[in-house]
């Protein structure tokens, strides 16, 4: 079967570090993709992961281990315009599979 | 250069109603995928495109969805009769590459959605 889990929930504070996990197990892989999703918004593109190893993008980075099926995302600095779901999705043989998201809450 | 474009960006209908979704891709990508998105889950993908031939469509509910890529640039989804259940986000995404290339363009950029409510 195809499964993706990432935390549900998760809360913070303004220029703290938070890890967002998911781990997969999917027939195929193709690379692991992270969106962002505000809320009542369109998922918008963060990062993609083909090989292991991380990722760096400004505040954002994106780790991978294709062994272990694990990947998380790590945001930086963080401002409360960062409250939003993360989705992580896994390119399987033809299709991308999403995870239900995690909904972070930045607090001041 | 522009993003994914659809409309409208949100419909009320009573059930049984008819209703159909537009979207418009980024020019230049071939493939253009369907995905219903319900509260607090992540999108699911409902068909997908290459051009204008359905490559992938085994998660549309064909008794009462249909879609079309006439041209292969624009597309529609359609829902006749809509039910209760069918309220959601309708989103609609676009990529350069199909995804089955492992390569950073197959990277799918998504419309703002349209959001149905099925009364």
């Known amino acids: 079967g195809q499964n993706i889990d990432q935390p549900t929930e998760m809360t913070a504070t303004e220029g703290a570090i938070v890890q967002i996990n998911c781990t997969y197990q999917?027939?195929?892989?193709?690379?692991l993709f992270w969106y962002q999703q505000h809320a009542g918004e369109a998922p918008t593109f963060l990062s993609y992961?083909?090989?292991?190893g991380l990722e760096e993008k400004g505040r954002f980075s994106s780790f991978l281990s294709r062994s272990k099926g694990y990947s998380y995302l790590l945001l930086k600095e963080l401002q409360m315009k960062d409250s939003a779901s993360y989705l992580c999705?896994?390119?399987?043989?033809?299709?991308?599979?999403f995870g239900t998201g995690t909904r972070l809450q930045v607090f001041p | 250069e522009a993003g994914v474009v659809q409309s409208p960006r949100y419909k009320i209908i009573e059930k049984k109603q008819p209703v159909a979704f537009w979207c418009n891709p980024i020019?230049?990508?071939?493939?253009l995928y369907w995905y219903r998105q319900n509260l607090g889950q992540g999108p699911e993908l409902l068909i997908r495109?290459?051009?204008?031939?359905?490559?992938?469509d085994s998660q549309l509910p064909k008794d009462r969805f249909s879609a079309e890529r006439l041209k292969g640039v624009d597309s529609t989804l359609k829902i006749q009769p809509a039910e209760l259940g069918d309220s959601a986000v309708y989103l609609c995404?676009?990529?350069?590459?199909?995804?089955?290339?492992?390569?950073?363009?197959?990277?799918?950029?998504f419309g703002p959605g349209t959001r149905l409510t099925v009364l």
């Open positions: 995404a676009s990529s350069l590459d199909p995804p089955s290339l492992a390569a950073s363009t197959d990277t799918q950029y």
């Open positions: 999917t027939s195929g892989f193709n690379g």
């Open positions: 992961n083909v090989l292991d």
């Open positions: 999705a896994v390119g399987g043989t033809d299709k991308l599979i």
């Open positions: 020019s230049g990508h071939n493939t």
């Open positions: 495109y290459e051009n204008e031939e359905a490559v992938d």
